[in-house]
Structures are given as structure tokens and as C-alpha cells.
């Protein structure tokens, strides 16, 4: 079965991600702005959680888990590093303040956490919004390793692999980037989408109206952003979100189905399409709240707009299982089309 309301969930977390970087790209803009939205990520990650576990079988492997996802993830976020080292190494003026570095541009293809040189205190690779994708890819491998056991040990044998990894990372007490990245608490939003996928496989259910509620409270809490750990303050409310929209039976709508599937191409070319509006509409809009929101709107739409094509024409294209056919293994034969897109 196809989960509209989550597939149109992602297109909502992709935007809510798009606008936080939107406000933030003109100076004089961003006090006339109001900022959130970084919480989109944390709604992909429980997502993330949920979907591992809602499309595995008992038959799964881990080279099939790991091809299948390397599958999905890589191809279009290389094609993304590549065009952003060509950028920095020739239209540099296109982003505020990042840099081009080799040593960067390894790290960030082999999804390995590395502080900003561009931007210090942060652990992003060169297309930033990559960093989330060095956590999937993380959780990927957690996942992976799963796959040894029998099928009621996975869960439990991930969370466990978690939780002693945070602990060996806080317990050195380093703040190396590979310390602070595995000791972060935002790894423990898939165990929140794990445990709702269990909990779906187990028949768990509950009213539209609860459904309803619980989206509605979950993004108030998201926007209220309250002061503690990311997990409990992004992470839980983001769970309360994706549970309701699993709950809420919506029809399918061709143009939701599509943001959802080019969620993932939104999230990784808003930025190369902000540089060029940041310097393209200030000059035409102006100054004032107007122009600062005139800024958001037409940025929103061109993003969407430029995702779609990026969908459609590039991720498509990598995506062709003939173009990819050296990566295939026997024990694939059996995926399906929805767990290659998922």
C-alpha cells in the first residue's frame, strides 16, 4: 500500500525546510521574516525510521538493504556535490560564505562528518544540507547490520547499537566532529519511526480525529521550538506529526504524489536556486515587508518548480535500473518498485 498522506508529509517537511533557508538569504530581509522550519528534517528522519521498517522483509539482506539504499541516496546528492564544487571553484559569489577545500569535498562524497571550514561549529558537508544525509546514511548502515538477525531482533538490536554509541561518544568527552556527530540525541528520532512502524505492523490504529489532533498539537510544538534536547523538542512532536498523517486517510492527489517523490530532489537543490534569486530579486522587489515576503513567495515557488525538473529530468535518469544494472545482485530481483523509491 501507498501512504498518501505521508508521501504529501514530505513534500510539507521538504517546503518547511526550504523556507528556513529562504528568510535567511537577504540581510535586510530576515528581521522583517519570521524563521522556522528547520524542523523538517526532523519530521524526514522519523519518516526515515518508520519506512525502514514498514518495507523490510524477512528475506532482506544486508548488501540488498545497502545497494537499495545507495540506490536512492547517492546518485543524486553526488550530482549535487559535483555541481557545488564546480561552483565554489568558479561562481564562488553565488553563496555568502562558503569555500571550496578538497579535503571537504572527499568527506562530504563519503558521507564522513567534518566541522564547516566555511562555517565553524557546524557539521556540514559542501551542499550543507547534506548533513542530515550523513545521519540517514548512518542509520542505513545500523540498519544494515540488522539484517543478520532474525527479523523481531532488528528493532531492538538497532536502538541498542544507538543507544552504546552515543554513550561511548559523550562518555569521551571529546568534541572532535566525529564525537559530537555520534553523540548527537537527533539520532533517536528513527527509533521513534521504528517503534510507530512496529507498532502499525501490530495492528495499532487509532481515530481520524485523534489522527487530526495530534498533527495539529505536533506542528504547534514544532513552531514553539522549546528549549531542550533536538530529540524531545523536534523529535517527539515531529513523531506526534507523522503519526497523524499515517492515521488520516487521504485520497491520492497526482500533484501531492509528485512533491512527495521530488521532496528529496527539493531539499538538495533549493540552495543552488536561493544563490541565484538572493541575487537576482533584491534589486527588483526592493526593501520593506513586501519585498521581503514578495522574496519568500517567488522563491518558494521557483524552488518547487526547479525540483520538479530536477525530479523528473536528473533524478529519474539516475535512477534508471539499466544505468545501474552493474550494481545488481540476484537476491534484488524481489524489490519492489515502491521499496526502490522509498
Avoid at 35 to 43: K, P
Avoid at 295 to 307: E, G, K
Amino acid at each position: 500500500m501507498r501512504l498518501h498522506a505521508l508521501q504529501y508529509l514530505r513534500a510539507v517537511a521538504a517546503l518547511a525546510v526550504v523556507y528556513s533557508h529562504t528568510v535567511i538569504q537577504v540581510e535586510s530581509y530576515a528581521p522583517l521574516l519570521l524563521e522556522f522550519g528547520g524542523f523538517g528534517v526532523d519530521i524526514f528522519f522519523v519518516i526515515s525510521g518508520f519506512i525502514m521498517v514498514f518495507i523490510s522483509k524477512p528475506t532482506d539482506t544486508p548488501r540488498a538493504f545497502i545497494i537499495n539504499r545507495v540506490r536512492r541516496v547517492v546518485p543524486l546528492y553526488w550530482f549535487f556535490t559535483l555541481a557545488m564544487a564546480c561552483i565554489l571553484l568558479f561562481l564562488p559569489m553565488l553563496f555568502k560564505r562558503s569555500v571550496f577545500d578538497w579535503q571537504a569535498f572527499a568527506l562530504s562524497l563519503a558521507f564522513i562528518p567534518y566541522e564547516s571550514i566555511a562555517y565553524p561549529g557546524q557539521l556540514w558537508p559542501i551542499v550543507a544540507p547534506g548533513w542530515s544525509l550523513n545521519y540517514e546514511m548512518y542509520f542505513y548502515v545500523l540498519f544494515a547490520l540488522s539484517l543478520f538477525f532474525a527479523p523481531r531482533l532488528r528493532v531492538p538490536i538497532v536502538i541498542g547499537l544507538l543507544i552504546v554509541i552515543v554513550v561511548i561518544a559523550k562518555a569521551s568527552a571529546s568534541d572532535s566532529a566525529v564525537a559530537l556527530f555520534y553523540g548527537h540525541d537527533v539520532v533517536f528520532e528513527f527509533v521513534f519511526g521504528m517503534a510507530l512502524a512496529v507498532a502499525w505492523r501490530r495492528g495499532f490504529r487509532i481515530p481520524p480525529g485523534l489522527a487530526i489532533a495530534l498533527v495539529v498539537v505536533g506542528m504547534a510544538l514544532l513552531l514553539v521550538r522549546l528549549p531542550t534536547l533536538r530529540a524531545l523538542a523536534f523529535g517527539l512532536p515531529a513523531l506526534m506529526v507523522v503519526t497523524g498523517a499515517l492515521y488520516i486517510k487521504l485520497p491520492e492527489n497526482r500533484l501531492g504524489v509528485l512533491l512527495g517523490d521530488a521532496s528529496y530532489s527539493l531539499y538538495l537543490c533549493h540552495l543552488f536556486v536561493l544563490g541565484v534569486l538572493r541575487v537576482i530579486l533584491p534589486p527588483l522587489l526592493g526593501e520593506g515587508p513586501v519585498a521581503a515576503w514578495s522574496f519568500v513567495a517567488i522563491s518558494l515557488v521557483v524552488c518547487i518548480i526547479a525540483s520538479i525538473v530536477v525530479h523528473v529530468v536528473i533524478d529519474n535518469w539516475l535512477l534508471r535500473i539499466e544505468r545501474l544494472e552493474r550494481f545488481k545482485r540476484p537476491e534484488e530481483d524481489t524489490l519492489t518498485a515502491r521499496e526502490r523509491r522509498a
